[in-house]
């Protein structure tokens, strides 16, 4: 709910509310099929729930972990100000947006968990995400040039580590 607040104080949250949305069905096909039993028919291969708890608990350590690493200098492109340093330690010297990788293999792993069918709401965020990642390297572009062209360098993917 706090982060609700946080994102409409500011004219452009239209991102950030879709990010909402999105991961608000994705929450509410997962409990239609825990209530209803919409999903996957016969018996659920007990592998998958657990590749989707793996996930699920990976995907949460890796966004706690970044977001935390960040400090001070979490700041969204979609909110006005800029970051006070360019973080390129811990998880971000393997993919630049950790915190976006984490919130998909989040999602991805809490459908598997529920044998959902729809799992393929998770693949609808991605565009959303790379829009934002777009947005945020942008800014940390022109905030730090010369340390910024160093990371991409030495960082070469955004989202997927080893893959994009």
């Not at 946080?6 to 004219?11: A, K, Q």
């Amino acid at each position: 709910m706090l982060a609700l607040v946080h994102v409409i104080r500011h004219r452009d949250y239209t991102l950030q509310v879709s990010v909402l949305i999105l991961e608000v069905v994705a929450v509410l096909f997962g409990l239609a099929q825990l209530i209803f039993g919409i999903g996957v028919s016969g018996n659920v291969i007990a592998s998958l729930r657990i590749l989707g708890l793996v996930l699920f608990t990976a995907g949460i350590a890796i966004t706690f972990i970044s977001r935390i690493r960040l400090n001070d200098s979490y700041c969204p492109a979609a909110i006005k100000g800029e970051p006070k340093e360019l973080v390129t330690s811990g998880l971000y010297c393997h993919v630049r947006h950790p915190i976006y990788f984490g919130a998909i293999l989040f999602g991805l792993g809490f459908e598997s968990i529920l044998s959902s069918p729809f799992v393929f709401v998770i693949f609808l965020s991605i565009p959303i995400f790379l829009r934002q990642i777009n947005r945020e390297e942008e800014l940390l572009k022109k905030t730090f040039p010369c340390e910024w062209s160093k990371f991409v360098k030495r960082t070469p993917y955004k989202l997927i580590p080893f893959l994009f």
